[in-house]
Nanobody, 127 residues
């Protein structure tokens, strides 16, 4: 079955960096649109970035120019490089996947558009 396992979260001071990873198994990774979402307790889960099977990316305005999403199809792994972190980035970060065309992926901004989810990894940024 499809499995997504995130890692790389932790605690960091403002201005620091972290790299999240999401290891995928149980499906043909390179046929899937992949995304990172984040959720603060009591708030809606929001998209951070997504990437299609050819590597085209989209970012939320709040992370543009600070975060970079990438994927290694051979390793079946999704990444999120996060730089210039601020306390507002503190959240649980989730990896998500859905089989899709690049056209669908380009518009896949909502959590309801993704079929599979990981368990999440916590990122805490202190000031």
């Amino acid at each position: 079955q499809v499995q997504l396992v995130e890692s790389g979260g932790g605690s960091v001071q403002a201005g620091g960096s972290l790299r999240l990873s999401c290891a995928a198994s149980g499906y043909t990774f390179n046929n899937y649109c992949m995304a990172w979402f984040r959720q603060i307790l009591g708030k809606e889960r929001e998209r951070v970035a997504n990437i299609d099977n050819d590597g085209r990316t989209n970012y939320a305005d709040s992370v543009k120019d600070r975060f970079t999403i990438s994927r290694d199809n051979a390793k079946k792994t999704l990444y999120l490089e996060m730089n210039s972190l601020s306390p507002e980035d503190t959240a649980m970060y989730y990896c998500a996947a859905v089989p899709s065309t690049p056209e669908y992926c380009a518009m896949a901004y909502n959590k309801g558009q993704y079929r599979y989810w990981g368990q999440g990894t916590q990122v805490t940024v202190s000031s």
